[in-house]
């Protein structure tokens, strides 16, 4: 939505005329001239043809100039063939994950020793270093070769790539390195939400890893 709302907006500034001009010349309802200029939704059938009309512009050409610029959205979306995993799909699956292994793996640490009263007060994280190294090497050495990717990865029908070459992310001593920068990134969190900004969605890891994580089932012509 809004291509087509751009090209009246500017030939319509280009002609030098206001938006009330506008409306009077094509008979169309002020507000709706707004709403369309403003991208809140887009003119069609007698509507496009009357702006169209007004403005001399193509309604061919300017439907054409909408259709491409959605296929040129889609086509950023893909790398490799592959569709690149929404934003929200990623964070969702880093949650899961990090909530399973703390249920599995940390949860029962944590429970031991609250029952036992043997909480130490100075240790503010449950998580050390060597933690971090231990999940790495497991889920890059068991999963990465397995699945292309994490548990999270995996829930979600997701799997992680080679930006430089496009192949699956199937190497252990690659997949450790990658989960390590996860984890310990994790610990300050920006590198984390990073992809919330990013136009290839990936996170920092992503970046110093040279990988995309993709959805398996939209790879094109698969």
């Known amino acids: 939505m809004g291509v087509i ?22 008979k169309v309802n002020l507000r709706t001239i707004q ?8 003119p069609r059938g007698k509507t496009l043809s009357l702006i169209c009309e007004a403005l001399e ?12 610029h959605n296929e040129n959205r889609i086509k950023s979306d893909l ?6 995993a929404p934003k929200g799909i990623r964070l969702l699956a880093n949650l899961t994950e990090f909530f399973i292994f703390f249920v599995i793996l940390i949860g ?20 050390k270093v060597e933690h971090l190294a231990f999940f790495s090497l497991l889920i890059g050495g068991v999963l990465y070769p397995v699945f292309s990717g994490n548990l999270g ?3 979600f029908n997701l799997k992680v790539i080679c930006a430089e070459s496009g192949a699956d992310y199937k190497k252990a001593s690659e997949g450790a390195i990658r989960e390590f920068l ?21 996170n920092l890891y992503d970046k110093l890893t040279k990988t995309f994580v993709v959805e398996i089932d939209q790879k094109l012509g698969a």
């Open 182 to 202: 996860k984890y310990a990134s994790s610990i300050l969190l920006i590198p984390i939400i990073w992809l919330l900004w990013d136009n290839k969605n990936q």
């Open 5 to 26: 709302g751009e090209i009246i907006c500017e030939t319509r500034k280009a002609k030098g005329l206001t938006q009330e001009e506008l409306a009077e010349m094509s």
């Open 57 to 68: 512009l193509n309604i061919e050409e300017v439907l054409n100039s909408e259709k491409h």
């Open 79 to 84: 790398v490799y063939g592959y569709k690149l």
């Open 153 to 155: 990865h995996k829930i």
């Open 108 to 127: 029962p640490n944590v429970l031991y020793k609250m029952l036992t009263k043997n909480m130490d007060p100075n240790v503010g994280a449950f998580v």
């Open 35 to 42: 709403r369309i200029e403003n991208k809140e939704s887009d």
